[in-house]
């Protein structure tokens, strides 16, 4: 089970699934809900992606700036277009 922090495969971006997506506080999807993707955004700057607090989904960590945008949390992997390495486990 990975619980480090696994820096991106293609640094910088995130290409989102859909809009209207929920940002967590934490990586956990019980967590606070800070608020969803905004219409029109289909792809954030991220960070790193890491396994669930509590679960066992995987989930970005992004932090966004643009046009006075800001959008910062936790979004599920399953949201965006990146998808894990083989065998689950993004650390080598």
Same mark, same amino acid.
């Given at each position: 089970?990975?619980?480090?922090?696994?820096?991106?495969? @293609?640094?910088?971006?995130?290409? +989102?699934?859909?809009?209207?997506?929920?940002?967590?506080?934490?990586?956990?999807?019980?967590?606070? +809900?800070?608020?969803?993707?905004?219409?029109?955004?289909?792809?954030?700057? $991220?960070?790193?992606?890491?396994?669930? +607090?509590?679960?066992?989904? $995987?989930?970005?960590?992004?932090?966004? $700036?643009?046009?006075? +945008?800001?959008?910062?949390?936790?979004?599920?992997?399953?949201?965006?277009?990146?998808?894990?390495?083989?065998? @689950?486990?993004?650390?080598?």
């Amino acid at each position: 089970m990975m619980k480090n922090k696994t820096p991106p495969e @293609n640094p910088s971006y995130v290409k +989102l699934r859909r809009e209207g997506i929920p940002i967590y506080q934490k990586a956990d999807m019980n967590s606070q +809900l800070l608020g969803q993707t905004p219409e029109g955004l289909f792809q954030v700057r $991220f960070s790193y992606m890491v396994q669930g +607090l509590k679960d066992d989904k $995987f989930y970005v960590r992004v932090a966004h $700036f643009e046009n006075g +945008l800001f959008v910062h949390g936790f979004i599920l992997l399953s949201d965006t277009e990146v998808s894990l390495p083989q065998g @689950n486990d993004p650390v080598s």
